[in-house]
Structures are given as C-alpha cells and as structure tokens.
T-cell receptor
Framework: DSGVTQTPKHLITATGQRVTLRCSPR?????VYWYQQSLDQGLQFLIQ???????AKGNILERFSAQQFPDLHSELNLSSLELGDSALYFC?????????????FGPGTRLTVL | EDQVTQSPEALRLQEGESSSLNCSYT??????LFWYRQDPGKGPEFLFT???AGEEKEKERLKATLTKKESFLHITAPKPEDSATYLC??????????FGTGTRLTVIP
C-alpha cells in the first residue's frame, strides 16, 4: 500500500459525458501527478500540481483539467469524453517539487467510455 | 527529443534463471532514472532511483545499474512472484518524466 488513494476504482460512462477522478496523496506529500495508461501508449504524464499550483504539463488534452485543493487532494476532470479516453488513470505523489524524489502511485481509476 | 526504450518487450524465464532488462534513454540533463514494478491492474510500485553513471542499487534479487546511455535491471535467481511488468522512467532537466513501455517478465516455476 503506497498511501495514495484514488476514487472511484472503476467508472463506466458514455461518450460526451464528464467525469471527475479524485486523488488523496500520501501524508506529507505536496506534489501530485496525474498519468494516463492505455494499452497501446504506456504511461503518459498529464499534469503536476505542487501545493495547490500547477507546475508542469504533459500530454494533457484541452478537454481535461485538474486542480489541487488546500487539503492537497486533487481532482482530474475529463469532459466531452470519447471512446479513446478509456484507460487507467493514475495519481502519484511525492514530497518535493522537483521530483528527484521517487513518486508513489495510487491504485488507479479504470475509466470505460461506451 | 527525450526518449526511453525498454527491451525486450516480454521475457520468459525459468525459476532461478538470471537475466537482465534494458532501458536505453536519450534525455537532456538527466535528473534521475527510476525503475518501477507494475502488477496487472495496479499502480506502479517504486523500486530504485539512480542519478549518475556508475551508480548501482540493490534490493533482494534485483540490482539496477546506470551508464550514460542506458540502465540495466539485473534479476538474480528469479522466483514466480517476480513476474510483473518492469517500467523505466527518466526525468529531464525540465523535470519532465518520461516512461518506457515496460518489459513484461514471466517467471515459470
């Protein structure tokens, strides 16, 4: 158990809909990262927050957005969902901003778009 | 362009048969190279961080090494419970993290 929690575990929805994924980092970790993992693409970095502020952006679509709240939990919002958005979405956390520290991953949310 | 390539894609070993997994990388200003283990349907589990060429880290049957262009994950006398996908990731000078697609290891009893 990494100490990172994610909810929900599974999510099934339809194309065009909007969903919110939630992540609580390990106690004391200020950085939160979001990743998408699909079968054909491997693990893709989406976005990083540090202590409430966006700090790095990867391959995140404009339909996707995230935020980190004062209690440090984070939410990833996915809108206008397409079939290709079906994937595992992971949250990870680390202590520091720079992330030379290792990242600890949550169990993931499996999103299925029908 | 920063890139991470892992080989082989899949590896089947007999229990006790040692081998190595490869991670070759091209990155601007390496800030760290990370190895993770991932079981099916679960999040990656951190194994090692390596920072500079020549560095080595060990944990049980696993040993990670780093050169200027690649890293190896050596598995000595593997057991069936070592079966998993092993992911390599590199962090560049701008703190971007790039993952390889992994090596799927199967250890047969």
């Amino acid at each position: 158990d990494s100490g990172v929690t994610q909810t929900p575990k599974h999510l099934i929805t339809a194309t065009g809909q909007r969903v919110t994924l939630r992540c609580s980092p390990r106690s004391g970790d200020l950085s939160v990262y979001w990743y998408q993992q699909s079968l054909d693409q491997g693990l893709q970095f989406l976005i990083q927050y540090y202590n409430g502020e966006e700090r790095a952006k990867g391959n995140i679509l404009e339909r996707f957005s995230a935020q980190q709240f004062p209690d440090l939990h984070s939410e990833l919002n996915l809108s206008s969902l397409e079939l290709g958005d079906s994937a595992l979405y992971f949250c990870a956390s680390s202590v520091a901003l720079s992330g030379d520290q290792s990242q600890y991953f949550g169990p993931g949310t499996r999103l299925t778009v029908l | 362009e920063d890139q991470v390539t892992q080989s082989p894609e899949a590896l089947r070993l007999q229990e006790g048969e040692s081998s190595s997994l490869n991670c070759s990388y091209t990155v601007s200003g390496l800030r760290g190279l990370f190895w993770y283990r991932q079981d099916p349907g679960k999040g990656p589990e951190f194994l090692f961080t390596l920072y500079s060429a020549g560095e080595e880290k060990e944990k049980e049957r696993l040993k990670a090494t780093l050169t200027k262009k690649e890293s190896f994950l050596h598995i000595t006398a593997p057991k069936p419970e070592d079966s998993a996908t092993y992911l390599c990731a590199v962090k560049d000078g701008a703190n971007n993290l790039f993952f390889g697609t992994g090596t799927r290891l199967t250890v047969i009893p």
